[in-house]
């Protein structure tokens, strides 16, 4: 059974802080990976992608790492609106695609 | 900017009655899949559909469900006879490609509750 682990949290900082999450999965197949952000009782939507060299996005750096089956999500400089639940997504290749998501993480950035 | 929209946000329906969730992926979007969220829980992979028909789907999408493209812009998921357990938050999504590194835009969801 494939699965994709985070700690669901929450993680409580306050602003400015830098917060790291991690997501494992049982799937070594797995060939693309992805985090997105949900807010409460709203749809996921896409925070970046994760490639195999890592990924920065302003404030955000994605890093996978394929011998210990882990992807991590740091945030720099934590805003009020970074509040959010961050699901960690993983995919196989070949024939099926059918991506597998975590629980996620939920942060709560107070002031 | 253009997004998946769907219909009706929020269902109530009766154990063993029939609902039909619709969703209008992005326009020039090819590939379109349904999700779905129990509250409090992660979100689940139901079916993925191209060029009119399944391409993937999972354990739960069973013989109760069905997905349709009735014409050029809808795409709907059917729940036969609905039960208990079905109620959850369904999600639509799109994406241009299959590729598995594609983006899928999701949709605000509808909310069905059975009673």
């Known amino acids: 059974r494939k699965e994709v682990e985070q700690d669901p949290g929450p993680f409580n900082v306050p602003e400015g802080a830098t917060v790291a999450f991690n997501c494992t999965y049982s799937?070594?197949?797995?060939?693309?990976f992805f985090w997105y952000r949900q807010d409460c009782r709203k749809e996921p939507k896409l925070l970046m992608s994760?490639?195999?060299s890592g990924n920065e996005d302003g404030r955000f750096t994605a890093q996978l790492n394929r011998a210990s089956q882990y992807i991590s999500l740091l945030i720099r400089d934590s805003k009020l609106s970074d509040s959010a639940t961050y699901l960690c997504?993983?995919?196989?290749?070949?024939?099926?695609?059918?991506?597998?998501f975590g629980r996620g993480t939920s942060l709560i950035v107070h002031p | 900017e253009p997004e998946v929209t769907q219909t009706p946000s929020h269902q109530v329906t009766q154990m063993g009655q029939e609902v039909i969730l619709r969703c209008v992926p992005i326009?020039?979007?090819?590939?379109f899949y349904w999700y779905r969220q129990i509250l409090g829980q992660k979100v689940e992979f139901l079916v993925s559909?191209?060029?009119?028909?399944?391409?993937?789907k999972s354990e739960i999408f069973d013989d109760q469900f069905s997905v349709e493209r009735p014409d050029g812009s809808n795409f709907t998921l059917k729940i036969r006879s609905t039960k208990l357990e079905d109620s959850a938050m369904y999600f639509c999504?799109?994406?241009?490609?299959?590729?598995?590194?594609?983006?899928?835009?999701f949709g605000p969801g509808t909310r069905l509750t059975v009673l």
């Open positions: 999504a799109s994406s241009h490609g299959r590729e598995i590194y594609n983006e899928q835009f």
């Open positions: 799937n070594s197949a797995s060939q693309s």
């Open positions: 994760v490639y195999s």
């Open positions: 997504v993983v995919n196989e290749s070949g024939g099926s695609y059918i991506p597998t």
């Open positions: 326009s020039n979007h090819l590939y």
């Open positions: 559909f191209y060029n009119n028909e399944i391409s993937e």
